[in-house]
């Protein structure tokens, strides 16, 4: 059946970039010039300790060798050890995962909730004041850097209304094992909404343009000709015929969902990937940048995949051949 | 000698065997005189338009071989092709699709005769500003019409300047892909007449492709019928529209909608 | 007996600066009887079809009357007016190649316009979608049912519009260039579907056109639009031998290639009729 | 209503760099000098916008800040710009292995947004002003890879390339004289975009101090400084958000504008 081998082809293109992709990191991270032990020990450290510390960290090893071991080592979840605390990487990293995940998974989930209705609004009153409101609001939320709506939201409902925290976070589970969920959701509320306002003005921007375009097909003309309403058309036909495009969007647009969620965890204080990968870049810890750039590299990939692999659930034209 | 040989041409697009593999045309083979009216008519699908593409170099075919003034043309480079593009001059279907909307028309007309290729073959007029004025005054066109943009122009005068554009090099042969078909019918005919006036005058040789068998039998003295990328019958216009031999043909006729007056 | 369709004064114009594309035409149909409408583009015919439907776009200004079947159309809210569509009177495009939904398969899409107005079983639909399939000359109407549109061709898809247009028996079917975009041989086959088709079901059709000789084949009477206008009306025979105004005569003229000698100079509009827009 | 939409995005786009312009010559105060007495300022005379938590000028610095974000800007869509618009159209002209590689290669790039690359260049060579401007640059490449790739595809499906061909004119001719003026317009439109997500990538790197190092002034290193004192003089951290703000709505307005007078057939490549 075609449909497996298209599949197949997703899969290994996909195995490939992910393959480019990890050699591009260690290619900035380690080739460039600028010498890591150096850089740590500072530059009036003597070239003995320097040279001592080149031979602990395995730098004096050769470039290809130091890449092969590294994606060895991650195949079985071992990213290396910190240059600085020598702990393991995936050690360091694994808690701040969830953090990340959850911020933008609550974004992933409810930017979509807001911006299909309002997309929609935008493109079937797009004549009308209702129209024009939803583009002109969605057209603000663009603009505004998630950081910045993070810093007014503080200011509004932390500073002024007094009724969320202004930074710091609070697990799901505490360490002794307390469900703590009124806090968990108190600190996550504001961060999450800094996300979505972008995220949800970029959707809705997408969503208006796709059913705008589902609006002039022939085949929706077709289904008011046979006695459908303007709106009822729309569920019946133009959501499906839609959502191809808006699909294609949502996997695209994770990548900048995360680059959002790593400036805004600095905004509320959030332990996260953002915060361990900042920390790293200031202490010069490569390897630990490496590792956690390589995990937000392959969740954007992941995300890219299942994106193209829905493709061929929604449009049934793909199915018999791989057509992009 | 003829003009054009095609002799057992096929084109296939897709390997074969594969799910989009189709044989766009199979084993064609016909010949054009000098100052020849050839119509090729045929359905959607018929491979009337790849065929003529083949004529011009614009599609190379599979297997088979086409020779232009005894020269093969088929699969040839292009830089050795200035005889055959000089020689040979295309109208399209969709004026709004075949003249750039970005360029003045006066560009659009000359631009044959900036082409490196064609200036290297020697046979077209160097004096560009005469030229242009030479050709749109034949497509009865103002000259003024040169600093104007397509979208200014109507249908019909679009169409002319592509006419102007393919006799600018002074072409030997002009291939018509469906001329009119795009056209109002009010325009149709004036855009038959000129076609038919400047082919008399210039002594030009044309091929014309169609889907409309009346406008065929109109301007053209000979015809082929293609069906499914084959050749079904071809002759004189008044012998295949006359007494066609082949079942298609009668059936291509017959579906002609006719005036029923009651 | 009153008219079925019955159009006076109808004007409609878009945008902003209330561009009128059609100047108050008035016209009837009666019964059963089958009315053609020719023009060329731009002459507004198609715009004259969609505001019988209330297709229009929102920014569409429509004044003046239309009744099917004795009720005013016009002003009519989009809530009230789509139970009529498809029920009382049913539309077939120009373009089959994208008039059906590419995601749904045939079939349901068909049943749709079934049970949309009638209150059937799935099974009872999926029956009578076979039947009308079949009906207007599909072989296979099972596996045609079970398709989806790209894996038809445009004269198997024009079918599916006439099924859908007919399944429900309407007393209007408005045609737009319904064969303008199929092959000489499939048009054919096509026009003899709907001419068979439209006496079984007893509907009046309006049928739109730029091509005389297609209408001839269906039509009885024919109206001629020119620039938003009717600019004139009649019975087959008084517009093809005795034509009043000169647009219409030149239209004749120049449509009938085949009354001309092969090389010979044919008639243009231009010879009958000046017009101040330039074509 | 989208006309005004359009001259709203020229007068803010102007607006910025104006700003930027007159800041070479000018600006009230000194945009560097620490006033230890006059910090916090609240907005009013002199200080029309008041003073930060050094005693600054703030409308000083942001008339300098707008420097920074106009040149990274400029700067970034230029490279990316000139990177991934001869890809699209190469990979529009000749499709087959040339456009998948393209594709290819643009997915990746897309995985890498412009954050992320800084932040591994910050890692290697330490940041500044270039790192973040080559990050931007290469990462808004795959934006405009992809839109001339499918504006090219769009016109090369017109008859006029065909008549181009007809008549012997090389593929370099073809490509300079009809496929650039005809997808000019949706690069305009690509544009203006990718310099509104570049003017947000530049201020969320200078936020996270991955970008022009202190002392120059930028919008984002603004932000950051103002937001230790989100308690007791929050107005501060207003003022450059919203220069960020409305110079991206400039842009996007601006981009909105161009792609409402493009042919209907590119419209949907933009």
Redesign the interface.
């Known amino acids: 059946m075609n449909l497996g081998r298209t599949v197949a082809v997703r899969l290994l293109v996909f195995a490939a970039s992910l393959f480019v992709a990890s050699m591009a990191i260690f290619l900035v991270v380690n080739a460039l010039p600028g010498d890591v032990a150096t850089a740590i020990l500072g530059f009036g450290a003597d070239p003995a300790s320097v040279a001592g510390l080149r031979v602990r960290l395995g730098l004096d090893r050769p470039l290809l060798v130091r890449y092969l071991s590294w994606v060895g080592g991650m195949a079985s979840g071992d990213m290396g050890r910190s240059y600085l605390t020598n702990e393991s990487v995936t050690a360091l990293v694994a808690p701040r995962i969830a953090v990340t995940a959850w911020l933008v998974a609550f974004s992933m989930l409810i930017a979509p909730l807001v911006a299909l209705p309002v997309g929609m609004v935008a493109a079937v009153k797009r004549r009308s004041w209702q129209g024009a409101a939803a583009s002109t609001v969605s057209q603000i939320g663009l603009s505004i850097p998630a950081f910045y709506a993070g810093i007014l939201l503080v200011i509004v409902f932390a500073v002024g209304l007094r009724w969320l925290p202004a930074n710091g976070y609070t697990d799901l589970v505490d360490a002794h094992g307390q469900w703590r969920p009124v806090a968990f959701v108190q600190h996550l509320v504001l961060p999450v909404t800094s996300l979505v306002i972008v995220q949800a003005s970029v959707l809705t921007r997408y969503v208006r343009s796709a059913f705008v375009e589902v609006l002039s097909e022939d085949y929706f003309r077709t289904a008011r000709a046979v006695g459908w309403t303007r709106w009822r058309a729309l569920w019946r036909h133009g959501v499906r015929n839609a959502a191809i495009s808006v699909v294609t969007v949502i996997g695209l647009q994770l990548a900048t969902l995360l680059v959002g969620a790593i400036v805004v965890e600095q905004v509320f204080r959030l332990p996260g990937l953002g915060t361990a990968l900042l920390s790293a870049v200031a202490n010069r810890d490569l390897i630990v940048v490496q590792g956690i750039v390589m995990i937000l590299v392959f969740a954007v990939l992941v995300i890219n995949l299942l994106t193209d692999l829905s493709y061929l659930l929604i449009d049934p034209r793909l199915r018999n051949r791989d057509a992009r | 000698m003829s003009l054009y040989e095609v002799s057992h041409v096929s084109r296939r697009y897709g390997r074969v065997g594969t799910a989009g593999s189709v044989l766009a045309v199979d084993d064609v083979s016909l010949s054009v005189e000098p100052g020849q009216r050839l119509g090729i008519v045929g359905e959607s699908g018929s491979g009337k338009s790849t065929l003529v593409r083949m004529m011009a170099a614009l599609d190379a075919p599979t297997s088979g071989e086409i020779r232009f003034n005894d020269e093969v043309v088929s699969r040839r480079a292009e830089r050795d092709l200035g005889d055959l593009r000089s020689s040979v001059q295309l109208v399209f279907q969709d004026p709004r699709s075949s003249l750039n909307p970005r360029m003045r028309v006066g560009a659009i007309v000359t631009e044959p005769l900036r082409s490196r290729l064609l200036r290297a073959s020697g046979q077209v007029p160097l004096d560009h500003r005469a030229r242009l004025a030479e050709v749109l005054e034949s497509v009865d066109l103002p000259i003024e019409v040169a600093d104007r943009y397509p979208h200014e122009l109507s249908g019909g005068q679009r169409q002319r300047v592509a006419i102007a554009r393919a006799l600018a090099p002074k072409p030997q042969v002009l291939i018509a892909d469906e001329p009119v078909s795009a056209l109002d019918v009010s325009v149709r005919a004036q855009v038959l007449n000129l076609v038919r006036d400047l082919v008399a005058a210039h002594g030009l040789t044309l091929i014309m492709v169609s889907h409309d068998l009346t406008v065929v039998r109109h301007v053209c003295d000979s015809v082929v019928v293609m069906r499914h990328g084959r050749v079904e019958e071809q002759g004189p216009s008044a012998q295949v529209y006359g007494e066609p031999r082949s079942a298609y043909t009668r059936e291509l006729l017959a579906s002609i909608p006719t005036f029923r007056v009651t | 007996m009153s008219p079925l369709l019955e159009v006076t004064d109808l004007r409609v114009a878009f945008g902003r600066s209330h561009r009128e594309v059609v100047h108050g035409i008035s016209f009837a149909l009666e019964p059963g009887e089958r009315l053609g409408l020719i023009g060329e583009s731009g002459s507004g015919k198609t715009v004259t079809a969609l505001a019988v439907m209330g297709l229009l776009a929102e920014n569409a200004y429509v004044s003046g009357s239309v009744r099917v079947g004795g009720r005013e159309l016009v002003g009519l809210r989009d809530r009230d007016l789509a139970p009529l569509r498809g029920q009382a009177m049913s539309m077939v495009f120009q373009e089959p190649m994208t008039a059906l939904d590419p995601t749904m398969p045939v079939g349901r899409q068909v049943a749709e316009v079934l049970l949309l107005h009638q209150h059937l079983g799935h099974g009872v639909a999926r029956g009578r979608v076979i039947e009308v399939l079949a009906e207007v000359g599909l072989e296979d109407p099972e596996r045609v049912a079970d398709a989806y549109p790209h894996a038809l061709s445009g004269g198997q898809r024009q079918r599916v519009v006439v099924a859908m247009a007919l399944i429900n028996r309407p007393d209007l079917v408005i045609c737009d260039e319904p064969t303008t975009a199929l092959d000489v041989t499939v048009q054919a086959k096509v026009l003899n579907l709907l001419d068979a088709e439209l006496d079984a079901v007893g509907a009046s059709c309006l049928f739109i056109s730029h091509d005389l000789a297609v209408v001839s084949q269906l039509c009885e009477r024919v109206l001629v639009m020119l620039d938003g206008d009717i600019v004139e009306q009649g019975s087959l025979a008084q517009i093809f031998n005795s034509a009043t105004h000169p647009y219409t005569r030149g239209l004749v003229a120049t449509a009938r290639l085949d009354a001309v000698e092969p090389g010979e100079r044919l008639p243009t509009v231009e010879d009958y009729y000046q017009r101040q827009v330039r074509r | 209503?989208r006309r005004a939409?359009l001259w709203i995005g020229v007068v803010l786009v102007a607006a910025v760099i104006l700003a930027a312009l007159v800041s070479l010559v000018w600006t009230p105060y000194n945009p560097l000098q620490v006033q230890p007495t006059q910090t916090l300022r609240p907005a009013g005379w002199p200080h029309l916008l008041g003073t930060d938590g050094f005693g600054i000028d703030i409308l000083s610095r942001l008339l300098v800040g707008a420097r920074t974000t106009v040149y990274v800007g400029v700067a970034a869509v230029s490279l990316a710009a000139l990177g991934g618009v001869p890809l699209g159209v190469l990979a529009g002209m000749r499709g087959g292995w040339v456009s998948e590689i393209v594709?290819?290669v643009s997915?990746?790039l897309?995985?890498?947004?412009?954050?992320?690359?800084a932040?591994?260049?910050?890692?290697?060579?330490?940041a500044s002003t270039g790192t973040a401007m080559v990050a931007i640059g290469i990462a808004s490449i795959p934006a405009f890879a992809r839109v001339a790739r499918a504006a090219t595809l769009i016109v090369m499906t017109?008859?006029?390339i065909?008549?181009?061909?007809?008549?012997?004119?090389?593929r370099w001719?073809t490509s300079v004289?009809?496929v650039l003026?005809?997808i000019a317009a949706v690069l305009g439109v690509q544009a203006s975009v990718s310099f509104?997500i570049a003017i947000?990538a530049e201020?969320?790197l200078s936020?996270?101090g991955?970008a022009t190092p202190p002392p120059t002034p930028t919008w984002g290193r603004m932000?950051h400084d103002?937001?230790t004192y989100?308690?007791t003089s929050?107005v501060q951290?207003?003022w450059p958000?919203l220069a960020?703000?409305?110079s991206?709505?400039g842009l996007?307005?601006l981009g909105?504008g161009l792609r409402d007078h493009l042919?209907p057939r590119l419209r949907?490549a933009a």
């Not at chain 4, 897309?110 to 690359?117: D, G």
């Not at chain 4, 932040?119 to 330490?126: F, H, N, Q, R, S």
């Open positions: 209503m939409g594709l290819r997915d990746i897309y995985a890498f947004p412009a954050l992320l690359l932040i591994l260049l910050a890692a290697a060579v330490g017109q008859d006029y065909l008549a181009a061909r007809a008549s012997g004119t090389s001719t004289r009809h003026p005809n509104g947000l201020a969320a936020y996270l991955l932000l103002a937001q989100i308690f929050p951290a207003l958000g960020i703000a409305l991206v709505l996007n307005l909105d042919d949907e």
